[in-house]
């Protein structure tokens, strides 16, 4: 996990198949080459990357990403944990967390709604389809959306 360079708006990617983090980093990089994309393979990753509290604590801990970029299918802790953490906690309560996944499960919606998620997007299949749903999704969150001040 790499700091942030000052100015430039960052996403935090939570994904383990290798896969769909190709695909969603090359359609960042088309749509967007100012935005970086840090990666978390699991809930556990992505946990330690925003609160510092495990083996990959680093002082990137304390940049707060511009959005959360969630699947829920997730090794060791899964995404309604991820999810239901940073809304319990003060310093990532009002982070933007985007569920994206490949989910068609209807509890799976409920749930990430009702656990505080910002927006919920079932992972297109057609790449074409894939590239344009992520240029929209950066395109609100990275510069239409206005953000909640950072929490201290």
Do not use: C
Not at 42 to 57: P, Q, R, S, T
Not at 77 to 93: C, I, S
Not at 116 to 124: D, H, L, Q, T
């Amino acid at each position: 996990m790499t700091p942030r360079t000052r100015g430039r708006a960052r996403i935090l990617l939570v994904e383990d198949n290798p896969d769909d983090v190709e695909l969603t980093l090359r359609a960042l990089e088309r749509t967007n080459g100012e935005v970086e994309t840090v990666v978390a393979r699991d809930g556990v990753e992505a946990l330690d990357y925003l609160f510092g509290d495990g083996d990959a604590h680093t002082s990137a801990a304390h940049e707060r990403p511009s959005v959360v970029l969630l699947d829920l299918k997730l090794p060791r802790v899964d995404g309604l944990e991820v999810l239901e953490r940073l809304r319990a906690d003060e310093r990532t309560r009002l982070l933007p967390v985007v569920v994206l996944t490949s989910s068609r499960e209807e509890s799976d919606l409920d749930a990430s709604y009702s656990l505080g998620a910002n927006s919920y997007i079932r992972k297109p299949v057609d790449y074409d389809r894939f590239r344009e749903a992520v240029r929209q999704l950066s395109a609100y969150w990275l510069v239409l959306n206005e953000a909640p001040p950072a929490v201290a």
